[in-house]
């Protein structure tokens, strides 16, 4: 007897070349490890220090010929790896996005949502955006195109998210760091009927939030950095959700630093599509330090295994891979 096959699953699995993703995850999953044993110890740039130090050794294993266009540190004055370090063993040349520890606080004071992330892309491909603000707005998959602007009022936004999502405003989510420079974003939000979700780190997972069914955050905005804003929109990419950014600038300096690395005719004040942050095919992969809405943290269920959680994306083909590993060693020896 033959089951028929709903008209809408492929009946081949597509193949679209090779997947760095399980490469990537190896990075991010060092990071996480190492990160992981500094969570509540109140020291953040120790916790970023040691991410920064595995994941710059676990990228020697990596089969590219990788250059770190965005990389993490400077707003902070915390380790990084920096703007044109090479890393990679050799191979096609790529671009590296990385945050070896998004969300330091958070795992300084074993909070949700610290994780490690690795964004790869073709050279050229993601944007080169300095350690600076970017103002920036994000929903999940399966809407109108164009649905929320990041030139409308909050308001506005919220109207048009709720008529394609055919709900009231008032069952929407809406997620934004806790930050002073929120203020009026939230008390506006709230004035328009929506929940708001605050968190006090960590928008990477915050933007990725918006794309998860299991969430319950239907929508992000507001402003974090910059280079978190090229990593969340990697991921985006991949998960088929919308995003829009604009770089924020307190000073000419910062205006003539980032002409200087993207390129000189830039528009300081244009808006900033999902492919004007991250083009081409795009890979992502993210390892949970402590437990949160995107993936649980590092977990230690015996003296001689370390349990980790990661996520690969893949733009290309649309394929999300959730991935538990455990890790052997010898605690005598650590």
């Given at each position: 007897m033959t089951t028929k096959q709903p008209h809408h699953v492929p009946h081949e699995y597509r193949v679209t070349g090779r997947n760095l993703g399980l490469d990537l995850a190896r990075v991010t999953e060092?990071?996480?490890?190492?990160?992981?044993?500094?969570?509540?110890?109140?020291?953040?740039?120790?916790?970023?220090?040691?991410?920064?130090?595995?994941?710059?050794?676990?990228?020697?294993?990596?089969?590219i010929d990788g250059t770190v266009t965005i990389g993490e540190g400077e707003m902070d004055e915390a380790p990084m790896l920096y703007i044109g370090e090479k890393v990679g063993c050799g191979g096609p040349e790529m671009d590296i996005a990385v945050d070896p520890l998004e969300g330091t606080n958070l795992c300084a004071r074993s909070l949700p949502n610290a994780i490690t992330v690795v964004a790869l892309a073709q050279k050229g491909c993601f944007l080169h955006a300095p350690d600076i603000y970017m103002q920036k707005i994000a929903v999940g998959p399966g809407l109108p195109e164009g649905v929320v602007d990041i030139d409308a009022s909050i308001g506005q936004n919220l109207a048009s998210l709720a008529q394609a999502k055919k709900c009231d405003v008032s069952d929407l989510v809406l997620c934004a760091l806790e930050r002073e420079r929120h203020e009026e974003l939230v008390a506006k939000a709230r004035e328009a009927g929506v929940r708001v979700r605050l968190l006090s780190d960590g928008d990477v997972a915050a933007v990725i939030a918006t794309c998860l069914p299991g969430s319950g955050v239907d929508i992000y905005a507001g402003s974090g950095g910059a280079p978190e804003g090229v990593l969340a929109a990697a991921a985006i990419r991949c998960m088929n959700g919308q995003m829009q950014g604009r770089l924020l600038f307190e000073n000419e300096a910062q205006i003539t630093r980032t002409r200087r690395m993207i390129r000189p005719d830039l528009d300081p004040t244009q808006a900033l599509s999902l492919t004007d942050m991250a083009a081409g095919p795009v890979f992502f992969c993210a390892t949970g330090v402590t437990a949160g809405d995107l993936l649980r943290g590092i977990e230690y269920p015996s003296d001689n295994y370390i349990r980790t959680h990661s996520v690969m994306m893949r733009s290309e083909s649309g394929t999300i891979r959730y991935m538990e590993t455990y890790h052997h060693f010898d605690p005598h020896k650590v």
């Amino acid at each position: 007897m033959t089951t028929k096959q709903p008209h809408h699953v492929p009946h081949e699995y597509r193949v679209t070349g090779r997947n760095l993703g399980l490469d990537l995850a190896r990075v991010t999953e060092a990071a996480a490890i190492a990160s992981a044993r500094w969570t509540g110890r109140g020291d953040k740039n120790a916790a970023d220090g040691a991410a920064v130090e595995a994941m710059r050794k676990a990228f020697d294993t990596v089969a590219i010929d990788g250059t770190v266009t965005i990389g993490e540190g400077e707003m902070d004055e915390a380790p990084m790896l920096y703007i044109g370090e090479k890393v990679g063993c050799g191979g096609p040349e790529m671009d590296i996005a990385v945050d070896p520890l998004e969300g330091t606080n958070l795992c300084a004071r074993s909070l949700p949502n610290a994780i490690t992330v690795v964004a790869l892309a073709q050279k050229g491909c993601f944007l080169h955006a300095p350690d600076i603000y970017m103002q920036k707005i994000a929903v999940g998959p399966g809407l109108p195109e164009g649905v929320v602007d990041i030139d409308a009022s909050i308001g506005q936004n919220l109207a048009s998210l709720a008529q394609a999502k055919k709900c009231d405003v008032s069952d929407l989510v809406l997620c934004a760091l806790e930050r002073e420079r929120h203020e009026e974003l939230v008390a506006k939000a709230r004035e328009a009927g929506v929940r708001v979700r605050l968190l006090s780190d960590g928008d990477v997972a915050a933007v990725i939030a918006t794309c998860l069914p299991g969430s319950g955050v239907d929508i992000y905005a507001g402003s974090g950095g910059a280079p978190e804003g090229v990593l969340a929109a990697a991921a985006i990419r991949c998960m088929n959700g919308q995003m829009q950014g604009r770089l924020l600038f307190e000073n000419e300096a910062q205006i003539t630093r980032t002409r200087r690395m993207i390129r000189p005719d830039l528009d300081p004040t244009q808006a900033l599509s999902l492919t004007d942050m991250a083009a081409g095919p795009v890979f992502f992969c993210a390892t949970g330090v402590t437990a949160g809405d995107l993936l649980r943290g590092i977990e230690y269920p015996s003296d001689n295994y370390i349990r980790t959680h990661s996520v690969m994306m893949r733009s290309e083909s649309g394929t999300i891979r959730y991935m538990e590993t455990y890790h052997h060693f010898d605690p005598h020896k650590v």
